[in-house]
Structure formats: structure tokens, C-alpha cells
């Protein structure tokens, strides 16, 4: 901790009067009259309204800091002062309030890097004409990669051109270049591109979809220039990645962001060696901020293969077991897509309609069998590790519930705390299996809005009945599922106090169009609150040492503008995080250089709601070999 803290305005401006919502842990750990050297706290930040982050927990005045990065004490200022000494950091926070560091149970922090390296569409909608112009732009203005330099555009929007519009490659192809052109979908489940890049990629007529996409044909049977989902490969995998240097600082600048909004812990939902890579350099550099869980992800032939999936995620493992601040344990598999239109690759019990309400014999993509997902599950369970599996349909959500009771069949309860992530359709005969498994309900409620994703391109096509059970997070902590928080960023520009005024509210601050059933499935402030701190540190298989600010654990903490327990609902978007610690050691602090442009909240956020299921890793590392 730097010596001049205490003297910082940046605790100063700090709100006042937590209350004790969020808030087990009665009392201060008993302390000496004086402390030794050796039992002295590294720093005591006092005079504050400390959530400790246990249920039924009184707030606390103060919290003292171990040398060794944990928390030493948590009471009464009067009592935790005792352990400071001559050389102990004391800080008067000024009644701000202070808790547990967001812990983000999914996301893509290499992703948001490697895609702030090219320029953005920032997931608007455009006609076809303003869309056109706004590439044109971008030719413009990276003009010297004429004639074969490629187009990289992130944050598509694929449902954002005037109904009825054909997402073909004839569009991209007006522009005025030869190059190739590959517009990345915000939701990272579709991909646009010119007939350049079809011609590079070998695509054809006659080219087989590979497991898990589609290549989308036009009316003549030719490729239309849209690949969804696995697919996108067959052209991503041909552009080049920044070099490593670039790639690193972009990544650096990603995770000091992500630490001004007050996330100490990410769980990266689809990590490969080229991800893994990329986290060691960053903490040989010394820049790894946050404590990162990597979700291993596998592939289509590795899901068929339990033997095979084994010895790749132990192999990645001893490889990159010792970088310093990665913890293993985790296995990412994709059970389905996304539900929205066009793709409708969710996997759906019933299907989908056609957007006059009759029904289709559609009903989405699984991408791995009941059977396969089981002997999956068990092989991974039996070794130890715990499968974050990606549904966003009720057959899918089904499928991966199967799959885990399987395992438990096989294996009996080995506490492995096995997951299902986005869950934005669950068949309400499933909402009890969650808990009778112990499996964890991760979600992502800053979509639980209603906007076009929700309405336009999905209402017509699911009906009002399962409309109405979108995103059922009240549903499942009813029948005691233990819900964890997960941003998916950079699907979402990062705003992670949105992220919990929505799950309330279900309206959000950039909601185009109203709330979302709040009275159905709105949350209460402190089951919201707990589910991005202790409910994804359990998540994670870490409830032992982060998550909560109780003695022994790690002194991962923010200080808070407000009071988060009791401000307007609506007033939690804007949140601002003044300190930030993980390990007892600060991260990011409000006065420090460059901390005005890297706390900012994103402009994005007020201008468009983001994308969708960043099916999660498709941009990770490279930004390019994820999916």
C-alpha cells in the first residue's frame, strides 16, 4: 500500500450509511491491547461501513489487513485499531462503504483485449446504406492494408438491420476494396464476411457444415456469406493474431479497467494454451491483476472422447500450473448456441414458432448428446474436476442436469459444484434439480431486460408463455439453486453494478423497452449482491478464500462511492469504486494516474444495450481461435 493512502481524497468523497443486507460474522477476532511487529496489521481501514458479505451479519466499523494479504480482523473500530502498529497504514474512510471484490463467475477478459485492437460497429443497428458508410470508414482509415490487409470488425449486431434484410455477402462486397472482410457478431455466435474471405476460407457449395455450425446458403444454394457458430472457424482461424507484445498490453489495459469497476476474481469461460500463454506473460509481467479460474475448453471431439478430454485439460494443467495467479479446476463444454433470431441454435424442448405463432419443426442445435454429455460428465467428476457447461435452451439446460446426475449416479456426491451458464430458458420441472445436484446456477441478468433481444427477435418466436420465464433467477433460488454472477464481457460493454441493478429491476440503465417480469423473477438487493461475491466465490470451488471479508480469508475488497445497500435501485448503475485491493495489495486506486479514463463507465453502456452469450471464448486470447 503505498504510504500516502491515508492522505488521498479518494476515500473522502465516499458515500455513507451501509445497512446489513448483504451482511454471518458477529464480532471483531479478539485482538491484544497492543500489537507486536509480528502481529500488526499491514493496513486498518476504519471509521467505515463494512459488509462483511455473511448473511444476518451486523455492518462493521473497521477492517485490518494482514502482512500476509488476508484479512486479520473485522469489528468495532475501537477494537480492530489495537492491531496497528508504528508502521501500519491507517485509513479513515469517512463512513464509505467498504465489501468483498466482485467475483466474475464468467467472462472473457483476454477477449475484450484482443478486441479493443480493432475498430467496433459497438453492436448498433444500422440500414444497409449506414452500415455500408460506416465501413467504408473504417477502409479509410486503415487504407495502407490495401489490397490484402484484412477487415476485422468486432460488435456486429446480427439482429440489428431492418427486418426482412438478408445478411448476405453481396452487402460487404459493394464497399470499395478487395480485402477481406469479416464482421464478428457481438454475440460471438455468428460471423459476416465478403466473398474474399469466403473465397480464402475454400468455402463453397459444396462444403460440409463441420459439427457444431452452419454455413447459411442463399436461395441459389451458394454460401450467403453468414456462419454461425463453429463455422466461423473455417475463417477465423485465417486471420492474423497481433503480436505478442501489442496483444499483452492490450490485455493489461482490459484487467486494470475491469479493477476499477472492483472485479478481483474472473473465471475465464473458454480458455485454450494460446489464453494460458497469453496470462503467463501477463504475470511475468507483473500485470495479472485478478485471480483468474481458467475454464478449459474442449472441443466437439473432445466431448465424445472422456479419455482424450482428460489428458488434454491434466496436460494444460502441468503446463501452466505454476503461473502465478491461475487456479485449474475447471472444464468449459458448449451444449447449445443461442436462442435469438435468426440463429435459433438454443436447443429447446418445444419448437420454435415462426414468428406468427404457429410452430416450426425447429428446435435449435445440441451440440453434445444426453449419453455423451454423462459419460463426460462422470469421467471429469471422478478426476476431480468441475464441468461449466454453456445452455441457453431448456433441452440443453436439461441435458447438462442429466449429464451431472449421471455423474452423481456413478460417483456419489463428490462436491464438485458442477454448473450451467446463461440459462435464459428452464423448464420449470427442472428448477428443483439444480439444488437436489448441487449444481450452480450461473447467470448473466444484465440481459433479464426488455430490449430487442428480448422482444423483437425472440418474443415472436417463443410466445408469451416461455417469454415469461426468461432468465428465472427468482424461480431458482426459490427451490434453493445457489446462484452465481457472470458478465460474459466483452459480449456487454463491462458495468458490473448495472449487472446487479438488473437482476433486481430487470430494467437495467439501457433498457430500450421497459422491465422484464420483474415481479416474476426480479431479485431481492442482497440475494443480487451475494451472487456476484460469496455465490460465485462457491461457484468456484473458493468460498474459503474469497467472497466474503471475514478473518483468514483474502483481504480482496473495494471501497464504494455509495451505499450500495440502500441507494435507489436505480442509482447502483452508477457506482463508483474508489479502492480496490486484491490480496491486501491495491489494484487500482481513484487518484492514482490514469484512473479517470480507466474507471470511466463505458460510453457504450448509454448509448446500446451489448450483445448476446458471448458463447464464450470465441473471442478469448487471440480474440480469433475460441469457439
Known sequence: MSPDLSRRRLLAAAGAGAAAALTPAASATAVPATASRRRSAALVVHNARLLTGERHAPVHDAIAVGRDGRVLAVGPSAVVRRLAGRDTEVVDARRATVMSGIVDAHAHPLGAGARSLNPSLANESFTVEQLQEKLRGFLTE????????????????????????????????????????????????????????????????????????????????SPSGLLKDTAQDLVTRLIPGPDEATLLDACAKALSRAAAMGITTFMDA??????????AGLARTGRLLQRIVPALRLDAEHTKDPAAALTYVRGLRKQYGEVAGLHFGTVKVFLDGVIEHPAQTAALLTPYLDGHGRPTDNRGDLYVTAAEYGRLATALDRAGWQLHGHAIGDRAVRTALDGYEAARRANGRRGNRHTVAHLQLVHPDDFGRFARLGVVACMQLQWAMRDVWTMEALL???????????YPARSLRRHKAV????SDWPVDPLSPWNQIRTAIDREGEVAEQGALHPEVEGLDRSTALRMHTAGSAYQLRMERHIGTLTPGKAADLVVLDRDVTRVPVKELSAT?????????????????????????????????????????????????GGV
Not at 478487395?178 to 459476416?192: E, K, Q, V, Y
Not at 480458455?271 to 496470462?279: R, S
Not at 452469450?613 to 473471442?619: E, I, K, L, M, Q
Request: glycine fraction near 14%; hydrophobic fraction near 35%.
Open 460 to 470: 415472436p418466436y417463443i410466445g408469451e408463455d416461455r417469454h415469461r420465464l426468461l
Open 270 to 279: 473458454a480458455a485454450g494454451a494460446g489464453d494460458l500463454d497469453t496470462y
Open 483 to 486: 446462484l452465481a454472477g457472470g
Open 576 to 624: 463508483g469504486v474508489r479502492l480496490t485491493l486484491v490480496n491486501g495489495q491495491p489494484v487500482h486506486e481513484a487518484q492514482s494516474p490514469a484512473a479517470e479514463n480507466r474507471s470511466a463507465r463505458p460510453a457504450a453502456l448509454a448509448r446500446v444495450h451489448g450483445g448476446r452469450h458471448d458463447a464464450c471464448g470465441c473471442t478469448a486470447g487471440s480474440g480469433r
Open 142 to 221: 486503415s487504407a495502407g492494408q490495401e489490397p490484402d490487409g484484412w477487415l476485422v470488425v468486432e460488435d456486429w449486431n446480427p439482429v440489428g438491420l431492418p427486418t426482412g434484410t438478408e445478411t448476405h455477402h453481396r452487402i460487404l462486397d459493394a464497399l470499395p476494396t478487395r480485402r477481406p472482410i469479416a464482421l464478428l457478431g457481438s454475440d460471438a455466435h455468428n460471423t459476416w464476411v465478403n466473398r474474399r474471405a469466403l473465397d480464402l476460407a475454400a468455402i463453397t457449395a459444396a462444403t460440409d457444415d463441420p459439427a457444431g455450425g452452419e454455413i447459411v446458403h442463399g436461395a441459389d444454394g
